[in-house]
């Protein structure tokens, strides 16, 4: 699965940004994509992810930091996802990736991160006042 961000760039408090991931996993009957951040000396931390499975049906999994001002979303036919980010705020600023899994158990992987076998190369957020 071949992961492609884009989207980033600098903005001021308060703007918004969407980032787009391109990935061919919307085909499979059990996938985990989301995206995941990580701020200068800070660890990395789930922004946002989306699980389908037979069982589980689709679910979205928001950070609470972000709930309310980001949007997850997905467009099969584009094979791409979206993060639609608004009212951006410094503490946003970061390196944003895309991560996704597919298969068989790869719907917790919005739970647990080990399982999201497949990333992006990033994409630079930064939000000024």
């Known amino acids: 699965v071949q992961l492609v961000e884009s989207g980033g760039g600098s903005v001021q408090t308060g703007e918004s940004l969407r980032l787009s991931c391109a990935a061919s996993?919307?085909?499979?009957?059990?996938?985990?994509i989301g995206w995941f951040r990580q701020a200068p000396g800070k660890e990395r931390e789930e922004v946002a992810c989306?699980?389908?499975?037979?069982?589980?049906?689709?679910?979205?999994y928001y950070n609470p930091s972000v709930k309310g001002r980001f949007t997850l979303s997905s467009d099969n036919a584009k094979d791409s996802a979206y993060l639609q980010m608004n009212s951006l705020k410094s503490e946003d600023t970061a390196v944003y990736y895309c991560?996704?899994?597919?298969?068989?158990?790869?719907?917790?992987?919005?739970?647990?991160?080990?399982?999201?076998?497949?990333w992006g190369q990033g994409t630079a957020v930064t939000v000024t006042s």
């Open positions: 991560a996704a899994a597919v298969g068989w158990g790869s719907s917790f992987g919005c739970h647990d991160v080990s399982i999201m076998d497949n």
């Open positions: 996993v919307f085909t499979f009957d059990e996938y985990a």
């Open positions: 989306i699980s389908k499975s037979d069982s589980g049906g689709d679910n979205v």
